[in-house]
């Protein structure tokens, strides 16, 4: 906090306008079209609640990583560390004055939700994943997949992963990671025996890193997660898609976005997820 308020003062005492919201203060309509810049100071946590909530890419947003020490800030484009800030700081100013800095694109995904029961209509913004699955982790999640307009069928499984090329490092990258256990194996049962533990590393984040796409990727990437067998039900369902469409046979679900909001969801429930660049977030993040 230290950290942060420094950032506000020096922002303040350079002649600009600045409206400050802490973050769980933040709202919607904090951010308009008349602000120029939006600075998120904290952590990947702080990034994403105010990234939810910038509108469009006309508006530019700064992560800095106000606690380096304690958080990754993988979403951060600057870090300012408590020992060094005068000097952090004023670096980050000297950028600013001599704009040296580039904008970059984040893809995002639009969540549009209407509850059967409710009538609730939801409408959110994700800059990385989205979850659904039934609450109880040990029961088998039920639903059916339009996926860009086309019917792919009905899965049994451990719930969705839908994920943006921001988040494909995180949790699908973990979901679908071959360790070096799974290679060795694998080339065991080809007749490849006692290669190299290096060997089957390099294999192994070869292979996972497949996943990986670039946040500015134009398409998500969906991954139904431990598909189960059963006639009738799909066995495999993972790709990337422009607009996808869930329908839930859950019996008492839930969908997560980016790990801070949820919503209830339950047998008759639909949700469409859309990645279009009018929804992308403009990043900056500077040249040296």
């Known amino acids: 906090m230290t950290v942060a308020d420094q ?8 002649g600009r306008n600045v409206k400050i919201k802490r973050c769980y203060q933040l709202q919607e309509s904090d951010i308009s079209h008349d602000i120029d810049l939006v600075i998120s100071l904290g952590g990947d946590g702080t990034f994403l609640k105010t990234a939810s909530m910038v509108p469009d890419a006309t508006i530019p947003i700064l992560g800095i990583n106000t606690d380096p020490q304690r958080s990754v800030g993988c979403l951060c484009n600057r ?5 060094n800030k005068d000097r952090d700081i004023e670096t980050l100013f000297r950028h600013f004055e001599r704009e040296n800095f580039e904008f970059f694109n984040r893809q995002r995904l639009l969540f549009e939700m209407e509850q059967q029961v409710s009538a609730i209509k939801h409408r959110h913004l994700s800059l990385n994943e989205i979850f659904v699955a039934e609450k109880e982790v040990a029961q088998v999640s039920i639903f059916s997949l339009n996926v860009n307009n086309d019917y792919i069928g009905k899965f049994k499984s451990s719930g969705l992963i839908i994920s943006t090329g921001t988040g494909s490092t995180g949790w699908l990258y973990s979901a679908k990671r071959f360790t070096e256990i799974n290679v060795e194996r694998a080339l065991a049962k080809l007749g490849a ?3 190299p533990m290096e060997v089957y590393k390099n294999i192994a984040v070869a292979l996972s890193e497949q996943t990986v796409f670039p946040p500015s990727h134009k398409a998500m990437y969906y991954f139904v997660r431990e598909p189960i067998q059963g006639k009738g039900f799909q066995q495999e369902g993972q790709g990337f898609a422009q607009q996808m469409e869930f329908t839930s046979e859950l019996i008492d679900g839930r969908v997560n976005i ?6 209830d969801v339950h047998l008759g429930d639909t949700f469409k997820v859309t990645l279009d660049p009018k929804y992308a977030l403009r990043g900056i993040k500077f040249i040296v």
């Open 7 to 14: 950032v506000v003062k020096t922002f303040q005492q350079s």
């Open 193 to 195: 025996y006692n290669e």
């Open 258 to 263: 980016d790990g801070m909001k949820g919503f």
């Open 79 to 83: 870090k300012i560390f408590f020992a």
